[in-house]
């Protein structure tokens, strides 16, 4: 699996601004998060121009590490590509990457699927219908026309109900594709592929498999083919080799006083609890189970170090790609939510070097 002949090197923030002004590519992201997606398209040497979040913590985090990038507090629904270009001083047509992670609470293997579609529901600290999102995203897409969009969601959407929704260009082969995503998109003059790629593949300590849409415009007259997995995969005991946790912050990971500490005892690493539901210990000689938004959750069932406690932000940057000096606001299960919603910035860093090279250089 891993040996310590290579290194599990995440670069620092001072490293990821050097790279990003190459300015090698222009960038403008929707449901932005914390900022994961945009750390990848920086560490590819992309120059990240705007970004839309909607939720208020979210978006605290953004602005606490990018603090010159303009950021779009509204729903996607009240937004404007034209207002945006001129707020930019870009063409329509002219900008390189639309990035885009619609909510994926509605497509998660872990939630109620298709049973939810259409409603008003928490997400984070807002409230608000998800299921629709990807056709607002769909919507930007045309009013900005990139020569590549790139847009991520849960393997969910792949499998059941969510896949007839997604859409396939074998659907549309028999006219039954009308109203899915990737007719929509394609729609819009695009030549869309998608592909369910697993971060460990990509230099990331977890195994943590992600839809990527990827979308190259018809006018370019250029193929897009999927980056190859990378030739090693580490390890979580790799990964945190060089993580020094401080008494504080194994206090916050602690859940001794829990019930689910007594069956963290009971199994052993890899294996998951047969009385809790999600409860798994994680193996040191293996990548992560995949870091949910619910993972900072004290008392609740999730992921967990293989010493019986949650895991450190410390750690958990480290399990996400996330630079250690990283800035995440709010107490600890906020900073770990906000990790867990994102997108691992070394897979997107995998995907945007690809659409570099292949389309945009």
């Known amino acids: 699996m891993g040996t310590s002949k290579i290194e599990y090197k995440i670069p620092l923030m001072k490293e990821v601004r050097e790279i990003s002004d190459k300015k090698l590519f222009s960038v403008v992201s929707f449901f932005a998060g914390g900022g994961g997606s945009s750390l990848g398209y920086r560490m590819a040497g992309g120059k990240v121009l705007a970004v839309n979040e909607f939720v208020d913590s979210a978006r605290s985090t953004y602005r606490a590490n990018w603090k010159d990038t303009k950021i779009y507090p509204n729903d996607i629904r009240d937004l404007k590509g034209e207002d945006i270009l001129r707020d930019l001083n870009l063409k329509r047509g002219e900008l390189d990457i639309l990035d885009g992670s619609p909510p994926c609470a509605s497509f998660s293997l872990s939630g109620n699927r298709e049973k939810d579609w259409g409603k008003v529901k928490k997400y984070s600290d807002k409230t608000q219908r998800t299921d629709d999102l990807f056709y607002e995203y769909a919507r930007m897409v045309e009013e900005i026309y990139p020569k590549v969009f790139i847009a991520e969601n849960v393997k969910g959407m792949t499998l059941g109900a969510s896949s007839n929704l997604l859409g396939s260009a074998q659907l549309g082969m028999f006219g039954e594709h009308k109203e899915t995503i990737y007719h929509t998109l394609t729609d819009k003059g695009y030549n869309v592929t998608y592909k369910v790629l697993n971060s460990k593949n990509y230099g990331v300590a977890q195994s943590r498999e ?110 996400m790609s996330f630079p250690d000096d990283y800035i995440l606001e709010g107490k600890y299960q906020e900073k770990i939510e906000r990790l867990g919603r994102a997108v691992p910035p070394l897979l997107l860093k995998a995907v945007a070097e690809q659409v570099y090279n292949q389309i945009l250089n």
């Open 210 to 319: 992600r839809l990527i849409i990827v979308g190259v415009r018809k006018d370019i007259d250029k193929k897009f083919t999927f980056p190859k997995h990378g030739k090693y995969i580490f390890n979580l005991e790799e990964a945190f080799k060089t993580v020094k946790n401080t008494e504080e912050d194994l206090k916050e990971a602690n859940v001794e006083k829990y019930a689910i500490y007594k069956e963290l005892l009971k199994i052993g690493y890899g294996e998951s609890s047969s009385k809790y539901f999600n409860l798994v210990k994680v193996d040191p000689k293996r990548p992560s189970f995949t870091l949910t938004q619910t993972a900072g959750n004290i008392g609740a069932a999730s992921i967990a170090h293989w010493d019986n406690r949650k895991f450190t932000v410390k750690e958990a940057k480290r399990i």
